[in-house]
């Protein structure tokens, strides 16, 4: 039924989409694909604040699987000059957001033609900028203003009316693959949240390698369904510690990892020691500038998912 009501709506224009890679903007990119093939442009939007080689994977899975024009922008130099000597948390927020759109409004700029603007909004979100009653939302919503010199014929969000796990359903008989439809939830500012204080290309990459360890250990041991939500953060805290014969002082790495229904209230998640002792084991020795792992035992309240 949407495959016909979006060709319906869409007809012989073009339509474009902003995907990020997260389950929403990569099912609605395979529903408006199976509708209307190349007269869809996506564009991917690569900031640098992705996990370790999930940008790849995206462009892989796009562009193999589906027919549809994809754009992919590296602009990771651009997002780390406009977060030079940022600390604040939702100032970090708001300049990742405010620099994927303005990306995203080029790209449309450059377009030869007029076309729809398709968002992956799912129904929660729709209430949560703004719609319902829901009085405390985050900065990160989807919803956003669009500049004045950027038109379009309308508006078009194929997931407007599901839920997450239909969201999920619909993705699976696409044929999306399950990383993707059932990648865990990942904030819109990315490794950027995780990351405390000033980002810059070294901390980025040192958050990557850590946290690619974690993944693969998850993986190794078949832990990934188990919880919510798991990741490594990088706290900019250097401690002192001692590798051969000498003292060492460098980053400090923790490990969140959750187990939650619907991420209001969320508790840690008890991974057992071996495979944390295994996870702090292999970050210190493989991650370079990693002399010490800490596990993250704070639930939801006080604590927050993330760390900013
Ligand atoms: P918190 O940290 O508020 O997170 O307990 C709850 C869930 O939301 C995700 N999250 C975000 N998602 N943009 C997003 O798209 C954000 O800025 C953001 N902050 C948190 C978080 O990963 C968790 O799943």
């Given at each position: 039924e949407t495959v016909a009501a979006l060709r319906a709506q869409i007809g012989d224009k073009k339509v474009i989409l902003g995907l990020s890679g997260g389950v929403d903007s990569s099912v609605a990119a395979g529903l408006l694909s199976r509708a209307v093939g190349k007269q869809l442009t996506c564009v991917f939007v690569?900031?640098?604040?992705?996990?370790?080689?999930e940008g790849d994977f995206v462009e892989k899975t796009f562009t193999s699987l589906f027919d549809m024009n994809f754009v992919r922008v590296n602009c990771q130099e651009r997002f780390l000059q406009a977060l030079k000597g940022v600390t604040d948390p939702e100032q970090k927020r708001k300049i990742i957001g405010t620099e994927f759109f303005n990306v995203f409004w080029d790209e449309i700029r450059h377009q030869d033609e007029l076309g729809y603007f398709a968002q992956g909004t799912i129904y929660p979100d729709c209430i949560e900028s703004g719609k319902g009653d829901a009085d405390t939302i985050k900065?990160?919503?989807?919803?956003v203003k669009m500049p004045e010199d950027v038109q379009f014929l309308g508006l078009v969000e194929?997931?407007?009316?599901?839920?997450k796990d239909e969201v999920r359903k619909v993705g699976t008989m696409l044929g999306i693959p399950k990383e993707l439809v059932w990648r865990q939830p990942f904030p819109g500012p990315g490794l950027g949240v995780r990351i405390l204080g000033e980002i810059t290309a070294d901390k980025i990459r040192v958050l990557q390698e850590a946290d690619w360890v974690l993944r693969d250990e998850m993986a190794k041991n078949g832990y990934e369904k188990e919880m919510a939500q798991f990741f490594c953060v990088l706290p900019c805290v250097k401690t002192v510690g001692v590798m051969g014969d000498h003292r060492t002082y460098d980053h400090l790495v923790a490990i969140r990892a959750v187990t939650t229904d619907d991420f209001m209230t969320a508790d840690w998640a008890r991974i057992p020691y071996d495979i944390l002792a295994t996870v702090s084991n292999r970050i210190t020795n493989e991650v370079e500038h990693v002399n010490r792992v800490v596990y993250d035992i704070t639930s939801k309240p006080p604590g927050t998912v993330e760390w900013e």
């Open positions: 690569d900031q640098g604040l992705m996990r370790k080689d900065t990160h919503h989807n919803k194929p997931l407007c009316d599901l839920f």
